[in-house]
């Protein structure tokens, strides 16, 4: 896990781009630091947090008498490909993941890149052939962002070392506008900073010598469908069986391990995966909010006792107000759906002072199995547009079983209500019928997995920490987006294979808290601040955005009212940071 940062250009490169970005992202890459100029106009550097090989042979910029790398992030099979390509006749003098990509990029080109298994950004360049190539992940969980102008490609890890290099930085409001109706951001090349873009998940962008400059896609993602049916059995087998080889392969590492345990289905199944089949020290850890409803340390540590664990407990204590919540915001880069940050970093800084580099978490199981309760309605919608009714209310009662009272407003609906919105003649109920599928699309590709993704990157490299994802391994994506509604939500629960795998090592207690909760902050006790109330007005008050001057009233006019959890809350969130964002980075 690293940082990365590149300068291309059609003249002599005459700045110190690199040096000044270096700066800015030190806590990705704390261990190394190095960069290379390749030629007069191609300059490439990088930033280590060591994992695999921990010897100086696995720093970079790596080269070759052909070529030149710098790459952040894992490829968790490179054991594998190594193997393949000493096949080949190619010979390696390291035991890191960055030379199989190199060597591996270098003799088959993008074809390649369909072999990796992995997390990644990275830039290739080719000396003989003087192209430039960034890439990025299938699924988008690390980032890379560009600035181009006629004559140069800037490209970094992050956003800031692009801003600071930016004579002047406006607020692109096509992306604030997304952000503000659906909470979406980092879907596509766009970013909160008009002329600074990212690379696109799954995409390869190719620059040659004379600037011209290809955009293409080398990963294709799959839809949600209803066209793959087993037996329920044989399915939560074939998802356990994925499952415990990604995990395999995302515990390959030579610093310490952890596991961030909720409590909740996501990471139990994970921790339980981990002690069932691998011989491996890895620490479990747990937030809690003592004295709340909201807790789940007791559940979380219940399960590591039973493996003969003890979960580290850790208290989020820190005092949030306005400056906590921007000098998060300075981290993030740009906003995300609420205030939540503050404790992600005291979860993971507690992590790192207990001498763990690695952690296994959850993201993207919820986006993937229809985790969250609005889903489960969908898929009652869906049985209702099928004319299924007896499913419909059974789908009902488990999107009403799986919201936790402090969380979610109670939506709970009757079949009357339902038709009212969605009977609009037959033609209308035939049409458009999955709409659990809809929904689980849209959470994947558009409105949650991508902010998410930047939140957590963020966030643990802030504090130099290497987050890895089991549920993102692109043989499970591909096979359970493959899978029909209801072998994804059962009646009874959402992510039914995942709670039949808890209940096949005896822990049907957790598979039967259908309760969605998650890695989550104290809610309530943000929402009742008074103080920090206060402080979001005279930051509103003081501002002047005239585009968004309707958006401030009516945050303004909720702050004024006692704020529950729900979209009021969320739609203040959004406002405020939108408007701390312009001050923290001075856009026009």
């Given at each position: 896990m690293c940082s990365i940062i590149g300068v291309f250009s059609k003249e002599e490169i005459e700045n110190n781009f690199i040096e000044h970005g270096h700066s800015l992202m030190q806590h990705r890459g704390p261990e190394n630091s190095n960069h290379l100029k390749i030629k007069q106009n191609v300059e490439l550097g990088h930033q280590r947090l060591s994992i695999i090989d921990l010897s100086i042979n696995g720093n970079q910029p790596m080269e070759t008498s052909d070529?030149?790398?710098?790459?952040?992030?894992?490829?968790?099979?490179?054991?594998?490909?190594?193997?393949?390509?000493?096949?080949?006749?190619?010979?390696f003098t390291t035991e890191s993941d960055t030379e199989v990509l190199l060597k591996g990029f270098e003799m088959f080109g993008p074809d390649f890149l369909k072999k990796l298994n992995g997390m990644f950004s990275f830039c290739f360049y080719s000396k003989a052939e003087e192209i430039l190539y960034l890439v990025r992940d299938r699924f988008g969980i690390k980032p890379l962002y560009y600035k181009l102008d006629d004559k140069t490609l800037l490209f970094a890890s992050e956003i800031k070392p692009l801003i600071n290099f930016s004579k002047d930085v406006s607020l692109n409001y096509i992306s604030v506008n997304s952000y503000i109706k659906d909470t979406a951001t980092d879907y596509d090349s766009e970013t909160f900073f008009n002329d600074i873009y990212q690379v696109e998940r799954g995409q390869l962008i190719t620059v040659n010598a004379e600037f011209n400059i290809v955009k293409k896609k080398w990963y294709s993602e799959i839809k949600n469908n209803n066209t793959y049916q087993k037996k329920v059995s044989n399915v939560t087998e074939e998802i356990e069986n994925l499952l415990i080889d990604s995990i395999k392969i995302r515990l390959r590492s030579d610093v310490p391990l952890g596991i961030t345990l909720s409590g909740g289905v996501d990471s139990s199944v994970l921790y339980c995966l981990i002690r069932e089949h691998f011989d491996v020290d890895i620490t479990p850890f747990t937030l809690s909010h003592p004295n709340k409803n909201t807790d789940e340390f007791d559940a979380a540590n219940n399960l590591a006792k039973y493996y003969g664990d003890t979960s580290k407990k850790i208290l989020s204590e820190t005092d949030l107000n306005i400056n906590n919540i921007k000098f998060q915001l300075n981290k993030l880069e740009s906003p995300i759906w609420s205030f939540v940050a503050q404790s992600y970093q005291d979860v993971y800084k507690n992590i790192k002072n207990s001498g763990i580099t690695v952690l296994i978490e959850g993201h993207g199981s919820d986006e993937l199995f229809g985790g969250y309760p609005y889903m489960i309605f969908g898929a009652s919608t869906s049985a209702l547009r099928s004319l299924k009714i007896n499913d419909f209310f059974k789908y009902q009662k488990a999107s009403k079983n799986s919201k936790h009272e402090s969380l979610y407003i109670d939506t709970d609906i009757n079949l009357k209500k339902v038709i009212g919105k969605y009977y609009r003649g037959i033609s209308n109920i035939l049409n458009n019928k999955n709409k659990f599928n809809l929904l689980m699309d849209e959470a994947w590709e558009y409105k949650i997995l991508p902010i998410v993704l930047r939140t957590f990157d963020r966030m643990t490299m802030a504090e130099s920490l290497e987050s890895r994802a089991p549920y993102l391994d692109y043989r499970l994506v591909e096979y359970v987006k493959s899978l029909p509604t209801h072998q994804k939500v059962s009646p009874e629960s959402s992510k039914t294979p995942l709670r039949e795998i808890l209940i096949k090592y005896g822990h049907d207690d957790l598979a039967n808290n259908n309760k969605k909760l998650g890695f989550t902050s104290d809610i309530e006790d943000i929402?009742?601040?008074?103080?920090?109330?206060?402080?979001?007005?005279?930051?509103?008050?003081?501002?002047?955005?005239?585009?968004?001057?309707?958006?401030?009233?009516?945050?303004?006019?909720?702050?004024?009212?006692d704020l529950k959890w729900g979209s009021d809350s969320e739609y203040v969130a959004k406002i405020v940071q939108i408007f701390l964002l312009v001050d923290l980075f001075g856009l026009k």
């Open positions: 070529s030149v790398i710098v790459f952040n992030g894992e490829i968790y099979n490179y054991i594998e490909l190594r193997e393949e390509l000493e096949k080949f006749g190619i010979i929402l009742n601040n008074q103080k920090l109330k206060d402080s979001f007005k005279n930051l509103l008050e003081e501002s002047n955005l005239p585009k968004l001057e309707i958006h401030k009233i009516k945050a303004l006019e909720l702050l004024e009212d």
